[in-house]
């Protein structure tokens, strides 16, 4: 009876705009927010994920073709040998190219570089030529021990997911889509709750090149006003409590510790209204 009341938590997206983690499918916490590190490289990297775990982060982005795997790695040993925290409480994402023909050791190499013997999450990066037999792989380092969690990125439809969800034995925890103020998928969102799947937005800033947009929204800037935070901060707090894991990327160590100080206010349910408003359902990039 109880393994079978776990089983039907397990399968349910439970979602509490004040928590700081989530419950996921495979059994695992993982945190809401996090550090994103695309376009990070070398010490830049490092020192950005260490500055994130000094300002309380407990969840970093990669994925193998940002090469920083290794620089991420530094960061976070970094800290752990400061004590700032520990191993297993840093939940580490990685993404494995879906066209690789060595999907085994493309793990086993993330493992190396990133200096951990197990990844929280590992993410199919997109579509591509070689997507299910990278997913098998996936699914054989969890059991192997390697891997915690599995997921993927970049698929937008209820029939992209279910593919992962009716062809293999674990299915996805996380997808991990572009998702902001002004592309909002909250159809896919609401359907995977339903599945057991959170979705993670990268892009919460529009990206490098739109973050004015952004950053500076008429409507974003009055909210931020009435609460005395900034327009990151709200946008933070907005994909949080619109049920949303969030990995904001940033180099700067005061932009990085800003993102993270959003535990202090609560976005009324008018003002969610009025960022939902925003969406126009159009994205930037279409990989
Ligand atoms: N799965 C995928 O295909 C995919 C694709 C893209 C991204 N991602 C992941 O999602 C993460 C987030 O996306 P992103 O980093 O490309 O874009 P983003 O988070 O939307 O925006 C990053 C930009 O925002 C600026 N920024 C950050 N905090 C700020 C603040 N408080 N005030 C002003 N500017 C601020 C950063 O500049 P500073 O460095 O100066 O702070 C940077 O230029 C990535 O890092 C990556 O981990 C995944």
């Known amino acids: 009876m109880r393994k079978a009341i776990g089983l039907m938590l397990a399968s ?3 979602f509490c705009a004040d928590a700081q983690t989530v419950k996921l499918n495979s059994g695992y916490d ?10 990070l490289k070398g010490d830049v990297a490092e020192k950005a994920v260490y500055s994130a ?13 940002y090469g920083n795997e290794t620089e991420v790695g530094r ?21 494995l190219v879906p066209w690789s023909n060595t999907p085994d050791s493309d793990i086993d190499d993330s493992l190396e570089k990133l200096g951990v013997d197990y990844i929280d999450l590992i993410l199919l990066h997109q579509h591509g030529s070689n997507d299910d037999a990278v997913y098998r792989a996936m699914c054989r380092a969890v059991k ?20 992962f969800i009716k062809n293999f034995d674990i299915p996805p925890a996380v997808v991990q889509n572009e998702n902001h103020i002004f592309y ?19 892009y919460p800033f529009g ?15 009055e909210i931020a006003r009435a609460h005395k935070k900034s327009a990151a901060q709200v946008i933070v707090r907005w994909h949080i ?31 969610m209204s009025q960022l939902e408003g925003l969406d126009k359902g159009v994205r930037y990039e279409n990989w």
């Not at 192997?144 to 593919?163: D, Q």
Request: glycine share 10%.
């Open 12 to 14: 349910l997206v439970i």
């Open 30 to 39: 993982m945190p809401v927010l996090g550090l994103g590190t695309w376009t």
């Open 53 to 65: 775990l000094k300002s309380g982060y407990r969840l970093i982005d990669t994925a193998r073709y």
């Open 75 to 95: 960061g976070i040993r970094k800290a752990v040998d400061e004590g700032i925290c520990k191993r297993e409480d840093v939940f580490i994402t990685t993404k």
């Open 144 to 163: 192997a021990g390697k891997v915690r969690s599995i997921g993927i990125s970049n698929f937008y439809t209820e029939k992209g997911v279910s593919h």
């Open 184 to 202: 909002q998928n909250n159809q896919l969102r609401d359907w995977a709750k339903g599945q057991g799947i959170y979705i993670e937005s990268w």
């Open 207 to 221: 990206g490098r090149g739109h973050t004015k947009d952004h950053l500076q929204n008429p409507t974003v800037l």
């Open 241 to 271: 409590q619109a049920g949303y894991i969030v990995i904001p990327g940033s180099s700067n160590p005061a932009h990085i510790a800003e993102n993270y100080n959003v535990w202090d206010f609560t976005l009324t349910d008018a003002e």
